[in-house]
Structure formats: structure tokens, C-alpha cells
């Protein structure tokens, strides 16, 4: 029954293992955080405090500054400077660091991988499998993460162009220079994310652990 399930997600899922439920035989004891796990973690909410607070930063000076005026025009220079500030968190330092979240769910994934194809630590499968779902889950988060800092790179770049639009100051091309290094990593991230997949050997392991 394991192993049908196992090749149905290999299916439907992009990682093979989501709702995966552990061997029927084992009580299913509380899963310990690794370290790599707690980085990650604590990363994650991290940076949704930031965009948090960037949001919040962003919303209140456009209060105090047009009393909340909705519509954005080139001659509303306090509203492009009110989303300037609201995502200026999204930079490629904050997109780097996300990669590297990335990386370390794909070391568990490996890892915990080499654990479950391992015929002599057959005990510890549904303790690999616990890891592999959480190192999925942290890929999956990360990623929404990503994407909406590559979101907020665009804000701030349009923001600029808003600001720039009614000044006759000099253009400055760096905000669009970093919203295509965070795409670039935003790739590099995605690219690194698809290896987190079920194998043949994994599937062969698990039949054989269940047999």
C-alpha cells in the first residue's frame, strides 16, 4: 500500500511525497528540528516580518503624506516614494539568502535520500521521510517568498521611474539593475528546486522496506 501511494505521488506531486503517512508500524514519535531545518525557518519568518513591515512602513507614510489618495500618477511623487519604501526590503541580498534556504533543502533532501536507500538503515525510514517532507515544505515556502520579492524588486523599480518621472534628477539604473539580479537568482533558486525529486531508487527502497 506504501509503495502505491508513494508511485501516485510521484506523480501528481512535485516532490513525490506530499501526505506521504509514515510506516504503519512505527508510533510516529515527535520529529526533531535540524539545524539546517531551524535556519531555514527562522529565515522564512524573517523576511515575512520585513515585507510585513515593509508593507505597514509603506501604507502609513502614504497616510501621513496624501491621507491615503489611491491613485497613482506621475505628479504624485509622495505615493511612489510611499511604495519605494514599502518594498525597498526586497533587494538581491534577501533574494541570496533565500537561495541559500534552498541549498540547504536540497543537503536534507539529500541526505535524508541516502538514508532511505540505504538497506541497513531501514529503521530510520519514516524518520527520513518526516525530513523530506519538511525540507519540501521549506522549498515550497521559500519559494512563494521568492517570487513575491522578485514582486517587490518590481515595485521599487517602478516606484523609481515615478519618483524620477516628475524630478529633473538624473535617473539612477541601479533599482532596475537589482530587480534583475533578484530574477537571476529567482532562476538559480527555481533551477536548484527541481532536483528535489523522487527517484527510482527511493521508490525501490520504500517497496523493499515495505515488503
Given at each position: 500500500?506504501?509503495?502505491?501511494?508513494?508511485?501516485?505521488?510521484?506523480?501528481?506531486?512535485?516532490?513525490?511525497?506530499?501526505?506521504?503517512?509514515?510506516?504503519?508500524?512505527?508510533?510516529?514519535?515527535?520529529?526533531?528540528?535540524?539545524?539546517?531545518?531551524?535556519?531555514?525557518?527562522?529565515?522564512?519568518?524573517?523576511?515575512?516580518?520585513?515585507?510585513?513591515?515593509?508593507?505597514?512602513?509603506?501604507?502609513?507614510?502614504?497616510?501621513?503624506?496624501?491621507?491615503?489618495?489611491?491613485?497613482?500618477?506621475?505628479?504624485?511623487?509622495?505615493?511612489w516614494y510611499a511604495v519605494q519604501i514599502g518594498a525597498e526590503w526586497a533587494s538581491p541580498v534577501v533574494a541570496l539568502i533565500l537561495m541559500?534556504?534552498?541549498?540547504?533543502?536540497?543537503?536534507?533532501?539529500?541526505?535524508?535520500?541516502?538514508?532511505?536507500?540505504?538497506?541497513?538503515?531501514?529503521?530510520?525510514?519514516?524518520?527520513?521521510?518526516?525530513?523530506?517532507?519538511?525540507?519540501?515544505?521549506?522549498?515550497?515556502?521559500?519559494?512563494?517568498?521568492?517570487?513575491?520579492?522578485?514582486?517587490?524588486?518590481?515595485?521599487?523599480?517602478?516606484?523609481?521611474?515615478?519618483?524620477?518621472?516628475?524630478?529633473?534628477?538624473?535617473?539612477?539604473?541601479?533599482?532596475?539593475?537589482?530587480?534583475?539580479?533578484?530574477?537571476?537568482?529567482?532562476?538559480?533558486?527555481?533551477?536548484?528546486?527541481?532536483?528535489?525529486?523522487?527517484?527510482?531508487?527511493?521508490?525501490?527502497?520504500?517497496?523493499?522496506?515495505?515488503?
Amino acid at each position: 500500500m506504501l509503495v502505491h501511494r508513494l508511485r501516485f505521488h510521484v506523480m501528481t506531486s512535485p516532490y513525490g511525497l506530499d501526505e506521504l503517512p509514515p510506516e504503519e508500524s512505527d508510533p510516529n514519535p515527535r520529529l526533531e528540528w535540524e539545524v539546517p531545518e531551524i535556519v531555514g525557518a527562522t529565515i522564512l519568518v524573517s523576511i515575512a516580518i520585513l515585507a510585513i513591515g515593509g508593507l505597514v512602513t509603506g501604507i502609513a507614510r502614504d497616510i501621513a503624506t496624501t491621507g491615503g489618495a489611491l491613485p497613482i500618477g506621475s505628479g504624485n511623487q509622495q505615493v511612489w516614494y510611499a511604495v519605494q519604501i514599502g518594498a525597498e526590503w526586497a533587494s538581491p541580498v534577501v533574494a541570496l539568502i533565500l537561495m541559500g534556504v534552498v541549498g540547504l533543502c536540497w543537503w536534507q533532501w539529500q541526505g535524508w535520500s541516502e538514508v532511505i536507500e540505504d538497506p541497513d538503515r531501514i529503521e530510520e525510514l519514516s524518520e527520513a521521510l518526516g525530513h523530506l517532507r519538511r525540507a519540501q515544505r521549506t522549498a515550497m515556502w521559500t519559494r512563494v517568498v521568492l517570487v513575491v520579492t522578485a514582486l517587490g524588486s518590481i515595485a521599487v523599480f517602478v516606484a523609481q521611474l515615478g519618483v524620477y518621472s516628475g524630478s529633473d534628477a538624473t535617473l539612477d539604473i541601479l533599482p532596475g539593475v537589482e530587480t534583475l539580479a533578484v530574477f537571476v537568482l529567482l532562476a538559480g533558486a527555481l533551477w536548484i528546486d527541481s532536483k528535489l525529486t523522487v527517484d527510482d531508487d527511493m521508490v525501490a527502497a520504500v517497496a523493499d522496506s515495505s515488503q
